[in-house]
């Protein structure tokens, strides 16, 4: 089931619960997506991302990318696809207070350019907007104007998570030339999603590496520069929360869960579960 709505300003919201295995889409145009259970897969070029509960991904505008479902429940997604025209009257409105930032984000005028194509964290006023745009396309909102004026809003939030995930954390990186840090941390990026596409498998740090066009030494090195933690770090924090949304909304067993996450034994799930937040996966099921 797939329900689209085309605004006034050509922008499209859709939301759909997809139930056939092997599902497919092509997509076009600077565009947001999002998931609210199972996984959707996207091949950008050559390279795979997986999102989650808790992950968006943005798409560029002027590229094509073909979205892809295979599960055997269906996956509850919604997505943004933004009219070029609008994205040109964001950069004019707000071109004058958030200049250096938008310039940063080499919003052009013809909207083919917007940000690197990655997983970003779904929190906060992105997903206090995005909640309430899929809230009225659930409930037939037929007012455009507050449809557009949540979707300005959600363009003004990007520019902020663009900011705090890519600009502050290349900032953090210790190379003088400018050029560097944003080539160097384009391929943190792509480890990092990596990483998130991937979380519940034996990964190794070279597979990583080699994802990222890194060698090991080099990842390990600028990955905790950037991230302040170590691609290890980072997957048992990521499996952790997998496993605290899954423990959350699934019936399935605690053994199941930590090994549907990637942790090789319950125990040694159980034991990071309790060291992180103080209390057993048992304890949060009685809760």
């Known amino acids: 089931m797939k329900q689209v709505r085309v ?35 996207y091949l950008l070029g050559r390279r795979n991302v997986t999102i989650y509960p808790g992950d968006f991904l943005v798409l560029n505008n002027g590229s094509s990318r ?38 940063n984000l080499d919003l052009r005028k013809d909207g083919q350019q917007w940000c690197p194509e990655n997983i970003y964290p779904f929190k906060g006023d992105m997903k206090y907007n995005i909640m309430h745009l899929k809230n009225y396309m659930d409930n037939e909102l037929e007012d455009d104007l507050l449809l557009q004026e949540h979707l300005f809003r959600c363009l003004i939030d990007f520019s902020k998570v663009y900011h705090n995930e890519v600009l502050m954390k290349a900032e953090k990186l210790k190379f003088s030339s400018l050029s560097t840090r944003k080539e160097v941390y384009r391929r943190l990026a792509i480890a990092r999603d990596y990483i998130l596409s991937n979380y519940n ?8 590496a080699n994802a990222a066009c890194l060698s090991v030494n080099h990842l390990l090195r600028t990955f905790k520069d950037a991230f302040n933690q170590t691609p290890f770090q980072f997957l048992t924090r990521i499996r952790l929360e997998r496993a605290q949304f899954m423990l959350k909304t699934s019936s399935s067993s605690v053994r199941n ?14 034991r990071a579960y309790k060291r992180t937040y103080s209390t057993t996966p048992t304890e949060l099921l009685r809760a």
């Open 257 to 270: 869960i930590s090994m549907e996450v990637g942790f090789g034994c319950s125990s040694a799930f159980i």
């Open 201 to 208: 498998k034996a990964l190794t740090l070279s597979e990583i």
């Open 7 to 41: 605004l006034e300003t050509n922008s499209a919201l859709m939301s759909h619960v997809i139930t056939d295995e092997g599902y497919q889409e092509t997509i076009s145009g600077f565009s947001i997506h999002t998931v609210f259970n199972g996984n959707k897969e």
């Open 66 to 103: 073909s979205g892809t479902f295979d599960s055997k429940s269906p996956v509850n997604a919604f997505s943004i696809q933004f009219n070029p025209g609008f994205l040109s009257d964001y950069r004019s409105v707000l071109v004058n207070r958030t200049e250096k930032l938008l310039d």
